[in-house]
């Protein structure tokens, strides 16, 4: 694949790129405090802002790369500061520079001690986040992805809960040892080739034996980063200790790196490999996705129920994607869009709830919502759209999943079918306690109802919700084609 000629006028996507990053040096000149805290809304919700001129130049007729940006960088090594996006990355870098602003608002009264240092961590975040889903050359790629694991380690580290250095340790292990494979298979494909360039690399007359350790080291890596089934037990611990944006920007958008990965490398570098491993890795996404649900049917944690739930959902994902028919590979990866928008209001949910109760326990939760009926209406909406209620934006992404699981094998279908009741189980469950309880329970009358900001913070999710569930075909339309000539390369490389 051809990489086009770089577009003329404004560099869109080094604006993106870098201005978190100089909102960051600017933040570290004001005091702490109030300042800090409005200059981070006042410049990512610009920047969200800016994100969406991406939207009225984009050509969704077409699988090339768009806004392409191409500069000599270290020629004696064959890099370039090589940019672009296909219509699969313009959703992911619009869920990311729309969804930090959220998290900003979310960490306003939470997040009391070393603000400007908070702040400045979830900017240079957007930074590296923003560089993953717009990188088109393979070192420029590794380094946007090691780029967001010290920040986000830090966020764990310092401001999460008792068990936080644990957790955050844990975190930058697993997500380092995935690392190391991909550097390898990054120099693997160099030496083979001899660019680091991504598009060059895909469709390449690969020989089998090659494809499949290549595919080893990547589905290895990504497969950390989703967290797929036996890889995932550093998520529920990463989760659980995070501050609310930090559990936020992992589910709604760092867990996204993993299955673009698969999506924009495994599928189109290595598809013979993916042809062979396919079946292994949609058997793997059924036990993620049953697993998953029963561990949060199993948990009176908030926080531990929404995380494992991860597990489940981004199981799905994998599913639809590495079924390899239209169908299903859209539909995973409209999931990847929904689990960013569901799960990242829910975990917003929960915090809102620890910031009155200082517990995220289920039973001394118990039927608060009779004393908080607005914020019982955003969890009930959040809830019916993380069991894929029809008419929310779940439904549209899991029924696809399943229509193509249904294409791939009966057998396949059939035994993803009991996630989705397992997914209705736990989700009526905090549903149930949290809005009604029992006959017993805590007292709550002095907790006070969400106020204006919680309101227009947790407003946009359910708008998402409700539009992606309605009228899911403009975003569908904008990744189609991207998806289908992936599985174009994958047609031609079948003997």
């Excluded at 940006?69 to 996006?85: D, F, K, N, T, V």
């Excluded at 068990?163 to 494909?189: D, E, H, N, P, W």
């Excluded at 996204?256 to 993916?274: E, N």
Aim: aromatic share 12%.
């Amino acid at each position: 694949m051809n990489l086009p000629e770089p577009s003329a006028g404004l560099p869109i996507l080094s604006i993106l790129i870098f201005a978190p990053l100089v909102a960051a040096a600017v933040a570290l000149l004001l005091p702490a405090g109030r300042a800090v805290r409005w200059w981070a809304l006042l410049a990512t919700s610009a920047i969200g802002l800016f994100s969406l001129s991406l939207l009225f130049g984009f050509d969704a007729s077409t699988a090339e790369f768009q806004y392409v940006e191409q500069r000599a960088w270290i020629p004696l090594l064959g890099m370039e500061y090589a940019l672009g996006i296909d219509g699969i990355s313009l959703l992911l870098v619009l869920l990311t520079t729309l969804i930090t602003p959220f998290c900003v608002l979310a960490s306003w009264t939470a997040v009391t001690l070393r603000t400007r240092e908070f702040m400045v961590c979830m900017l240079i975040m957007q930074t590296a986040m923003t560089g993953v889903f717009t990188a088109l050359d393979f070192v420029l790629f590794f380094i946007f992805w090691e780029s967001m694991l010290i920040p986000m380690s830090i966020l764990i580290g310092v401001w999460g809960g008792s068990g936080r250095v644990y957790a955050a340790i844990k975190f930058f292990i697993y997500t380092m040892a995935g690392s190391v494979l991909l550097i390898v298979a990054i120099i693997a494909l160099r030496l083979e080739t001899g660019t680091f360039s991504i598009p060059a690399l895909m469709d390449q007359p690969y020989d089998l034996g090659f494809q499949l350790w290549i595919f080893g080291a990547f589905f290895i890596s990504f497969a950390i980063k989703v967290p797929m089934f036996p890889f995932h037990t550093w998520l529920p611990h990463a989760h659980v200790q995070a501050p609310t944006a930090g559990s936020v920007l992992l589910a709604s958008i760092l867990l996204k790196m993993g299955t673009y990965g698969f999506l924009r490398f495994c599928l189109p570098i290595t598809p013979l490999a993916t042809l062979e491993l396919a079946p292994f890795v949609l058997w793997l996404s059924i036990i993620a996705i049953i697993y998953g649900g029963l561990a949060a049917l199993a948990q009176s944690d908030l926080k531990k129920i929404v995380a494992y739930s991860s597990v489940g959902h981004m199981g799905f994902a994998t599913l639809g994607i590495f079924s390899l028919v239209q169908n299903g590979t859209v539909g995973g990866a409209l999931v990847m869009i929904n689990h960013g928008v569901t799960t990242g209001a829910l975990f917003i949910a929960v915090g809102i709830l620890y910031e009155r109760l200082h517990t995220r326990d289920l039973s001394k939760s118990a039927g608060v919502g009779k004393h908080m009926p607005v914020f019982a209406f955003f969890l009930g909406m959040f809830c019916l759209s993380s069991l894929a209620f029809p008419g929310t934006n779940s439904f549209i992404g899991e029924f696809l999943v399943l229509g193509g699981a249904f294409e791939v094998s009966l057998a396949l279908a059939v035994a993803a079918v009991p996630g989705v009741v397992i997914a209705a189980a736990y989700n009526l469950r905090i549903l149930q306690r949290v809005a009604y309880g029992g006959t017993n329970n805590p007292d709550h009358s002095a907790v006070a109802d969400i106020g204006l900001r919680e309101i227009c913070l947790l407003t946009p999710f359910l708008v998402f919700i409700l539009w992606i569930g309605l009228q899911p075909a403009p975003f569908i339309g904008i990744m189609e084609a991207s998806i289908e000539n992936i599985l174009e390369i994958i047609s031609r490389a079948q003997p």
